[in-house]
């Protein structure tokens, strides 16, 4: 099917699960759910991902800039802007596109060929607005918070390497962690882990929605979901990027 | 009562519905029949609106469904309960929570009595002491039974059955068949049951609709089938050596 006529179908039910839901109570306790489904159950990988990204960045940082004329103190300095910048929004995302985008359309696909959906439709209820917004808020709340974990973790991954091995002294990298600190970069990432949130919970919700077929085509479904979310990812980083920091 | 007036639907130039005309009453079961692939999930699907049909109208007791905004269609559906062939059960979701989803949803029944209507509907299919189960803790029969229990839980006027007994024993089968009977006449509905089992429409039938190459080929009640010189209905129905000789010893 053409590119744009997937666009289109993508605003369409977009427009169907942005729509006011029928009863509060139950959008509040599906919203808890997906909280604990998207974010709750994803904080152990970021987290293991964070802590060794942060020590691996030290280090290599700390050995390719021997040069006396280089201040150790940037061995901090780069961990730190490194994690904000880039890794703990984007790098996580793509990690994130990985574990909720599949998860997402696999569920939202196994619901499509099992009737599941249909009979929710039959009932009377808006299967979109009901399945899908829950998740796109819930992604929303719950991203920045584990983007801030990330960065904290990293730091922390990034002190315990300097601690262990000394490759850079504590003092130092302490000190480059203060050193010219910009607090826009941490705004700047969250506003782009808002962006990510809506971007793979969508996506993959979209593509779980439009599954036909068996078994197979859920998985079919479930990869499509995470190549375009990281796909999308990578192209709305690049603007978010020129538009944010230039 | 159901009026299905000049119903189309294809797929891709394929005609699976072309010009379809049926009526279906009050308190009767409706069955449509047909080879597999001959297109009566599509016609259920597309009397519902989960297909939308090219051509055609469809009145729910007088009221036009094709084309009404979805709005109109939202409020139809919540008088319509249906059985998908599969049971269709949420399955993240128990037993009772299954059934008291439609109650949570469209009424402002308390907690107990949205609970005794649950109880009323799991014990009117013949559930007990499983409210708490999974559907993949229980059997294909039970998970039917449940489903036809979510389906009639908010009193629907309008009951639809997509191959009731699909992947079930004979026992179970007429079992499903005769409770969708009696809730048809219990409760007045008008209900529409698609299956390819003569055992079913010898069962429960009402009145029938055989569905060949796209049209409605053959209808009559299930005493006239017998009866009937239409060859592709008798190739279909005494396709079985069972059925070859009860019609010889009519
Ligand atoms: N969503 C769809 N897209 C394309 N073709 C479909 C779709 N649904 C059903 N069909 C086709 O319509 C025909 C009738 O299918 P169906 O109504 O499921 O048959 P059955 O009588 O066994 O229920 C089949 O040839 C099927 O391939
Ligand atoms: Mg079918």
């Known amino acids: 099917m053409n590119i744009f006529e997937n666009i289109g179908k993508y605003f369409v039910l977009m427009k169907a699960a942005f729509t006011k839901p029928v009863r509060a109570k139950i959008f509040g306790k599906r919203i808890l759910a997906e909280i604990d489904s998207i974010g709750i159950n994803s904080i152990w990988i970021i987290s293991i991902v964070s802590v060794f990204m942060g020590a691996v960045l030290t280090l290599q940082v700390a050995i390719n800039f021997e040069n006396p004329f280089i201040p150790r103190y940037l061995v901090g300095l780069s961990t730190r802007d490194t994690m904000i910048l880039e890794f703990s929004s984007t790098v996580i995302c793509l990690i994130l596109a990985g574990k909720v985008g599949s998860n997402i359309a696999s569920e939202i696909g196994t619901m499509r060929i099992t009737e599941q959906i249909d009979a929710l439709e039959i009932m009377g209820v808006n299967s979109a607005n009901y399945l899908i917004l829950p998740k796109i808020v819930a992604a929303f709340i719950t991203f920045p918070f584990l983007s801030i974990l990330s960065i904290i973790l990293g730091i922390v991954g990034g002190y315990l390497v300097s601690l262990f091995t000394g490759v850079v002294s504590l003092y130092d990298y302490v000190y480059g962690l203060h050193y010219a600190f910009i607090p826009f970069y941490v705004f700047y990432t969250l506003i782009k882990m808002c962006v990510f949130a809506v971007i793979i919970t969508s996506v993959s919700s979209f593509c779980g929605y439009y599954t036909q077929g068996g078994a197979l085509e859920v998985g079919v479904s479930s990869t499509k979901a995470v190549v375009y979310s990281i796909i999308i990812i990578l192209i709305f980083n690049l603007i978010l990027t020129q538009l944010l920091l230039t | ?250």
């Not at chain 2, 709005?71 to 559906?77: A, D, H, L, P």
């Not at chain 2, 048809?184 to 529409?192: G, H, P």
């Not at chain 2, 409605?216 to 060859?231: A, L, M, Q, T, Y």
Request: proline share 3%; aromatic share 10%; hydrophobic share 40%.
């Open chain 2, 1 to 250: 009562m159901i009026e299905v007036k000049n119903i189309s639907k294809s797929f891709n130039e394929h005609k699976v519905l072309d010009g379809i005309n049926a009526e279906f009453q009050p308190g009767q079961v409706s069955m449509i029949i047909g080879q597999s692939g001959s297109g009566k999930t599509v016609l259920l699907k597309s009397i519902i609106g989960l297909y939308i049909p090219e051509d055609g109208e469809i009145l729910f007791d007088g009221r036009e469904f094709v084309g009404a905004s979805i709005k109109f269609q939202r409020e139809i559906r919540k008088e319509i309960g249906m059985l998908f062939q599969g049971g269709a059960l949420f399955t993240s979701l128990t037993v009772e929570e299954n059934v008291m989803f439609p109650l949570n949803l469209f009424t402002d029944y308390s907690k107990s009595e949205k609970l005794d209507r649950v109880n009323f509907c799991l014990e009117r299919v013949n559930i007990k002491d499983s409210n708490y189960l999974y559907p993949a803790e229980i059997s294909g029969g039970m998970q039917k039974r449940v489903a036809i229990a979510r389906a009639i839980s908010l009193n629907p006027k309008y009951l639809f059955c997509d191959e009731p007994n699909s992947g079930l024993d004979p026992q179970n089968s007429i079992l499903i068949d005769r409770l969708i009977k009696e809730l048809t006449q219990e409760y007045n509905m008008t209900t529409i049951v698609n299956t390819h089992d003569m055992n079913s429409v010898m069962e429960i039938a009402d009145k029938v609709y055989f569905i060949n190459k796209a049209k409605v080929w053959w209808s009559g009640n299930n005493e006239e089938i017998f009866h009937s010189d239409n060859k592709e209905l008798n190739d279909f129905v005494f396709a079985s050596e069972l059925f070859k000789k009860i019609k010889e010893n009519l």
